[in-house]
């Protein structure tokens, strides 16, 4: 500081002009930063910190160490709770993945082509964006009921009575569906941004490649899909930070159980039950452990976002 | 560069909310709670000095669904006591605990409050947050030391006075068991027989489902249980060591469960609590075993036809044993400043005026105290007949001593909740589910493992 100031003083002119608007640029970023570390990063290593205690209610004061952790790994109970979880967020993911956002892809490059009633088409692949989860969750839970819902209904009345099942009361089934329903209610985003990017394509490359004679199918492969690479970076690791928090869909559709017989009990049901809610008849939350499990979603979170900058910078320096 | 710094920027917020969005609703809710419960202990001292005392107590309670009734008690109380004034103030039933918890580690806890039977409660009392009732008038000559003892210690000293039992039983549509031809069952293999008359006519026998997993544990399987074991007997033979959880008598337990699951509705899997009343009540079923806390609810939607309720009959050779849960008591805060006054109210809970207030208003919730009132409500009458027909009552089998399981180890009402879907599922038969749930007691609960 004293360096600045006093080669500020030696030189004054050009430089102490530059200096005060490095210094003017950090305090308009101050504000936005007391916020940051008031609201997010504070209660983030406190919640770090809640992981080492112990006790109930919500003011856990027995320190333990990494007991916690070392439970959650080697109680055969908590592993298996945990592992659970885990492999139901990330097949939750991979399905979001693979239905989502490829039907994303699809749709905005049917999008992105002039025909009649396109805005409505847009609309409507949009709308279900705008609706709250427990909104479209309970009506899917009635669509798929075994008793009224439409689904099994319509089933029954083609004669399909076999497969009119009980969609969300199997173990194999439940969390496919949920997932699907989820992808349904949130293909929107993908396609947005996917459109905004097929509308950054220049005219001019696509133009040239059809005067070459290239089909439609190798102008999507070799043009567009290269050019949209960014972008796809961007969907998949907002897919991934979306469905490894994702709680809502599976409290409207499973409860926070995470039924039938935890089957679709995601990361965020897990850390709910155990660090917020308590399980019925009980229901007192322990809140250590749930920090612990919440530690544990960040760090797998981080592990993601990291790789994903990871290649995203190495993407733009072969570029 | 720019659209990509910005991507990666909007990406680490999102990131960052995610998390925090995740810490933040435990930090909140103390917040939250805070002024409602405030206003209380604040309000005497505000108006000290004048005439009589004017107090408000709160009452904290989980039952979201009486309001109205407990208006029509805390007004009965009023009259009697006109410089008491209680303000009911119900939380969402699934926190509870945490909340009222929260609620007395800030020094914010309602004056009154329900208090959860056993561990839970005990807990609260053990912390010091609830007052003990070793002074209270009157308590051990209105209850019944089994009404008493969820909310005493070993040495009998207790802390909150008790106030609602549930009872449980069979639902019954008259109509299609009159078109049916079939009488009130009065043996298991009639209930069974009855059943498979009504699926060849083409009707679902029983609406009950395991979408919400927690009614086909307590008011299916803990309905069979009692008359199985032999009653509070038999349940102290379990908590003592003297049975095993496996016992051939919890097998016949799972055996009924497996019994039934043909007659449940199609897709019982994913059919809800509610569901299932929806059923009954629009005649699509049966019969639906439920709790009388549903009395109000079918007196209101299944007008369309008769019903009435019957208990479901014992196994051959079994003595009928009922499932009369003592559900609720209330406690007073030991820290409330108006500690006098809510003792005042406790004492009023012993008396016949508030028996009556609660068994008429709230009708299929039952008042504990030793003179039952005339119950208005014919079906209602009719639960309460089933306690002098049985040869005993007993409280749901897990609640004592099996609900408090250690971090990492699965607590009775688990397993058992576990193993009675497993067996509706066909994932387990009934000698197996029986063993798993052995199985996870012995794996915490001493008595569990040293068990004959």
């Known amino acids: 500081m004293s360096q600045m100031i006093s080669s500020g003083k030696r030189n004054a002119g050009l430089l102490s002009n530059e200096n005060r608007r490095r210094i003017t640029w950090v305090l308009f970023l101050l504000p936005a930063l007391m916020i940051y570390l008031t609201f997010m990063a504070a209660p983030l290593f406190d919640s770090l910190r809640l992981s080492l205690y112990t006790g109930e209610g919500y003011n856990p004061t027995k320190f333990v160490g990494f007991q916690n952790y070392i439970d959650l790994f080697t109680n055969p109970l908590w592993r298996e709770k945990f592992f659970g979880a885990v492999l139901h967020t990330s097949i939750f993911f991979a399905i979001h993945m693979v239905v989502q956002n490829s039907l994303g892809l699809l749709f905005a490059n049917l999008l ?150 935890y089957s679709t009990d995601l990361l965020a049901t897990l850390f ?34 990291l790789f994903w900058l990871y290649m995203s910078r190495r993407n733009s320096e072969e570029a | 560069m720019q659209k990509k710094l910005f991507g990666l920027l909007s990406v680490l ?7 925090t969005a995740c810490g933040a609703p435990a930090t909140e809710a103390p917040v ?47 009259e009697e006591y006109p410089n008491i004034t209680v303000k009911f103030d119900p939380t969402n039933p699934p926190d509870y605990n945490a909340t009222l918890r929260t609620q007395l580690e800030t020094g914010t806890g309602p004056d009154l409050y329900f208090v959860r039977s056993f561990a839970t409660g005990r807990e609260l009392f053990d912390a010091g947050y609830v007052a003990s009732l070793k002074d209270l008038p009157g308590i051990s ?81 803990m309905q069979f249980i009692p008359s199985n074991i032999g009653g509070y007997e038999g349940r102290l033979a379990y908590l003592n060591g003297e049975r095993c959880f496996n016992s051939e008598e919890m097998v016949a337990s799972f055996q009924q469960i497996d019994d039934m699951q043909p007659f449940l509705p199609t897709g019982f899997e994913a059919t809800s609590y509610y569901d299932s009343a929806q059923l009954f009540s629009q005649g699509l079923a049966a019969m639906m075993l439920d709790g009388s806390w549903s009395i109000g609810g079918f007196e209101k939607d299944a007008t369309d036809f008769e019903w009435g309720v019957f208990y479901p009959p014992a196994l051959d050779g ?100 576990n193993n009675v879907i497993a067996v509706l599922k066909d994932e387990k038969t009934p000698q197996e589910a029986a063993d798993a749930f052995n199985a996870d007691l012995a794996a915490w609960y001493e008595p569990a493992a040293a068990c004959k």
């Open chain 1, 112 to 261: 992105a082509s002039e025909f009649k009633g396109r805005d409505l088409y847009r609309t409507i692949i949009f709308a279900p964006a705008t609706l709250s989860v427990l909104v479209t969750g309970f009506l899917w839970t009635l669509i798929l009921n075994p008793q009224w819902g439409a689904v099994n209904k319509i089933l029954v009345a083609m004669d399909l009575k076999q497969w009119a099942l009980p969609w969300l009361g199997r173990e194999n089934l439940a969390l496919p569906i949920i997932s699907l329903v989820s992808s349904w209610q949130w293909v929107g985003m993908p396609t947005v941004l996917f459109l905004a990017g097929l509308m950054g394509i220049s005219e001019e490359l696509l133009e040239a490649a059809r005067i070459d004679g290239a089909s439609e199918w190798a102008i999507f492969w070799k043009i567009k899909f290269p050019l949209l690479k960014p972008i796809i970076g961007i969907v998949a690791i907002l897919t991934f930070v979306d469905n490894f928090n994702a709680f809502d869909v599976i409290y409207a559709m499973a409860g926070a159980k995470g039924e039938p017989s």
């Open chain 2, 32 to 78: 939250v709670e805070v002024p409602a419960a405030t206003e209380a202990p604040a309000e005497p001292v505000a108006t000290e000095a004048p005439a009589a005392e004017e107090i408000t107590l709160t009452l904290g309670s989980w039952r979201v669904d009486d309001v109205a009734a407990w208006e029509v008690i805390t007004a009965a109380f009023h």
């Open chain 2, 13 to 19: 917020i999102l990131v960052s909310m995610m998390l």
């Open chain 2, 318 to 417: 079994k003595d009928q044993y009922v499932t009369f849960h003592i559900d609720a008591a209330i406690g007073a805060n030991a820290g409330s400043p108006n500690l006098e006054a809510a003792m005042t109210f406790l004492e009023f809970l012993e008396s016949s005026a508030f028996a009556e207030l609660l068994g008429n208003n709230l009708p299929g919730f039952f008042p504990l105290t030793k003179d039952v009132p005339i119950l208005s409500d014919p079906i209602a009458a009719d639960f309460m007949a089933f306690n002098s027909a049985a040869k005993g009552v007993d409280i749901r089998f897990v609640w004592e001593k099996l609900l408090a399981a250690p971090s990492g180890s699965v607590d009775a009402y688990t397993s058992l909740n």
């Open chain 1, 272 to 305: 709910y039950r155990t660090g917020i809610a308590g399980e019925h008849p009980v229901g007192i939350p322990n809140m250590g452990m749930g920090a612990a499990i919440a530690t544990i979603t960040f760090l797998i979170l981080m592990t993601g976002v």
């Open chain 2, 141 to 221: 000559d209105t209850f019944t030391e089994a009404s008493r003892s969820p909310w005493a210690t070993e040495a009998g000293e207790p802390y909150a006075v008790p106030i609602i039992a549930v009872s449980h039983g069979v639902y019954y549509n008259k109509d299609i068991f009159a078109a049916n031809g079939i009488e009130v069952p009065t043996t298991w293999e009639e209930l069974m027989a009855a059943s498979q008359t009504l699926l060849d006519a083409g009707v679902t026998p029983f609406a009950n489902g395991t979408k919400d997993a927690w009614d086909i544990n307590e008011v299916v399987m």
